[in-house]
Nanobody, 123 residues
Framework: QVQLVESGGGLVQAGGSLRLSCAAS????????MGWFRQAPGKEREFVAT????????YYTDSVKGRFTISRDNAKNTVYLQMNSLKPEDTAVYYC????????????????WGQGTQVTVSS
């Protein structure tokens, strides 16, 4: 089992920044690729970013490229999502997740999920 707890969400104006954190406990964190996903009201959960266990590979959905950065600190069992130039359409509940599959954007392949943290971007 891997337990994931997100933090860092909040209310920010358009153009602002937030950094989300996801703290992991349980099984060896460095064995898992990590992903960030989001779900807006009335919409399906969607992929945002993923990072391999070795930190060598990162992938982003097109709408956040150049604005969001995923990173991880295996010594701290934590994955981060730095979000800059936020837009109202980034408003959603953000979830982190862990997978044994290398840096995938496919939701069904993630085994463990956090409870989510709300990000609200005002215009």
């Amino acid at each position: 089992q891997v337990q994931l707890v997100e933090s860092g969400g909040g209310l920010v104006q358009a153009g602002g920044s937030l950094r989300l954190s996801c703290a992991a406990s349980g099984r060896t964190f460095s064995n898992y690729a990590m992903g960030w996903f989001r779900q807006a009201p009335g919409k399906e959960r969607e992929f945002v970013a993923t990072i391999s266990w070795s930190v060598s590979n990162t992938y982003y959905t097109d709408s956040v490229k150049g604005r969001f950065t995923i990173s991880r600190d295996n010594a701290k069992n934590t994955v981060y999502l730095q979000m800059n130039s936020l837009k109202p359409e980034d408003t959603a509940v953000y979830y982190c997740a862990a997978t044994k599959i290398e840096a995938t954007r496919r939701i069904p392949l993630y085994d463990y999920w956090g409870q989510g943290t709300q990000v609200t971007v005002s215009s």
